[in-house]
């Protein structure tokens, strides 16, 4: 079992930042994806920004040039760094690691931090 814990969640004006960590631990495999999903109200949870055990980054559309995506292999951590944050940012952002284990991948999500852009 895999356990995910977020942090760095919070209310900020238009224009701010703001850098959202997940730590795992538990039952990792030495080669994993680990990311980022967004959901707000009435709306379907939907990808932010992943990152491969050899760094290779992946962001939707929305966020490019804005969010960073990093990782620290050794503390099992991946970092959201999210910056000139829209009202449209607003969502509940999960973390997610995804590792596979013979033929079969296994997704595990955090319990969620919520991000909230307002003036």
């Known amino acids: 079992q895999v356990q995910l814990v977020e942090s760095g969640g919070g209310l900020v004006q238009p224009g701010g930042s703001l850098r959202l960590s997940c730590a795992a631990s538990g039952s990792i495999a030495s080669i994993y994806t680990m990311g980022w999903y967004c959901q707000a109200p009435g709306k379907q949870r939907e990808l932010v920004a992943t990152i491969t055990s050899g760094g290779r980054t992946n962001y939707a559309d929305s966020v490019k040039g804005r969010f960073t995506i990093s990782r620290d292999n050794a503390k099992n951590t991946v970092y959201l760094q999210m910056d000139s944050l829209k009202p449209e940012d607003t969502a509940k952002y999960y973390c997610?690691?995804?590792?596979?284990?013979?033929?079969?991948?296994?997704?595990?999500w955090g319990q969620g931090t919520q991000v909230t852009v307002s003036s």
């Open positions: 997610n690691l995804r590792q596979t284990r013979g033929f079969i991948s296994y997704d595990y």
